[in-house]
């Protein structure tokens, strides 16, 4: 009876330390999370901010304006866009999700095919990357805010 006792006391303890171990699949926030900042969205006054291009200026009458943040499983997505004669002319993406090495190595193929396709496809109607499909939505709902707070396509 006691050997019983002693197997299943250490087989529930290892059951629960499996269950409660997060693998570095598990995202580095969680959605929703509050406290998560980024630029503030809206069209940027002076068509510059702080960012990934701080320093850098829009070309003159160009219009910039930040996306809202969008939350996604694995953390944040915002983008910067640039609109000039009434085209989008860069695609600044401010956040994305970054906490393990996974993410970083999606990102870096997948953030680039995004910008292209937004500058072929001129609005927010692009496909998503395959591979990146939360991020490529969280770069699309960014975009899409950005697009409306600019008036862009109405």
Known sequence: MR?????LVSTVAAVVLLFSYRTSTMGATAPNTPGVVG????VVPGGSAPGP????SAPSGATVVNGTVAQTRWGPVQVRVTISGGRITDVVTLQVPSGNRRDRQ???FAVPALRDAVLRAQSADIDSVSGATVTSDG??????AAL???HFGS
Do not use: E
């Open 3 to 7: 050997r019983i006792t002693l197997w």
């Open 39 to 42: 630029a503030a969205p809206g």
């Open 53 to 56: 291009s701080a320093g850098s």
């Open 106 to 108: 999606i990102n870096s």
């Open 139 to 144: 770069y699309r709902r960014s975009l899409q």
């Open 148 to 150: 409306d707070a600019a």
